[in-house]
């Protein structure tokens, strides 16, 4: 005789890049084993693919995981998560103080972090006229840019540049709309490269302000005294 089938509660979570409310359940315990493994390994991308396959079975509505902005897939694991496994986690922070060492347990409300300066309309004017219209980078966009801070300026520009491209949804001026899809690389290239320093930070600091979770918390060290202060931003700061 089968064993009878334990049936899940369902929630609403919007994804915010899109607007839509889609309808998830639970992670499952086959599930969480999928995610326990892909932290174990420390490999970004097995941690990235892990999330999103636990995605798509937990979503019931038809939305393409594939899609999601960076801070679509982090809002969507942090709810994902508070209802399966709980709404607080326990973190081990490091004193910020001269000297100290000392790690203070510290308990974080997921249900207080929300996700803020969603930007439904995505457009820079580098002009009064001439204007980009950009998507939100998504996490395997993300992905593909290969540099840290201790990489060529040179190298560090290749790279932006790429994720900028990447992004394009389209360009328009007073007459036209120019499909992002419907210009090369090239031509894209060009136009960027024909920005002057002014135009082309204000695209930069539109980059700089994509979402992310972020949850600035205070405690105090036991050992020092020390009053600490630290910001928590992305996925892996909640669950380190």
Not at 12 to 34: A, D, N, Q, W
Not at 42 to 65: E, G, M, P, T
Not at 77 to 86: A, D, I, P, Q
Not at 138 to 161: F, G, H, I, N, R
Request: charged share 30%.
């Amino acid at each position: 005789m089968a064993l009878p089938v334990v049936n899940s509660s369902r929630y609403e979570v919007e994804i915010p890049s899109m607007g839509i409310t889609v309808e998830y359940r639970p992670f499952l315990v086959k599930e969480e084993k999928i995610l326990m493994v892909a932290m174990e390994s420390k490999n970004q991308k097995n941690i990235l693919r892990a999330i999103k396959n636990v995605l798509r079975s937990c979503i019931f509505d038809d939305v393409n995981v594939d899609d999601f902005t960076s801070f679509d897939l982090e809002q969507m694991f942090l709810k994902l998560r508070t209802k399966s496994v709980g709404e607080t986690v326990d973190l081990k922070l490091n004193c910020q103080g001269e000297k100290c060492d000392h790690k203070i347990d510290h308990t974080v409300n997921l249900e207080e972090i929300e996700l803020e300066g969603v930007d439904k309309e995505r457009i820079v004017m580098v002009t009064d006229e001439i204007g980009i219209q950009f998507n939100y980078p998504s996490l395997d966009t993300l992905a593909e840019v290969q540099y840290d801070e201790k990489s060529k300026p040179e190298v560090q520009l290749k790279e932006t540049m790429k994720l900028i491209i990447g992004c394009i949804n389209n360009i328009f001026d007073a007459d036209n709309v120019y499909p992002g899809n419907e210009s090369s690389e090239e031509e894209k290239i060009e136009f960027f490269e024909g920005l002057n320093s002014d135009q082309f930070k204000k695209v930069a600091e539109w980059f700089a302000t994509v979402p992310s979770l972020k949850h600035d918390i205070e405690y105090k060290c036991g050992k020092c005294g020390h009053d600490n202060k630290l910001e928590l931003r992305g996925l892996q700061s909640f669950f380190t």
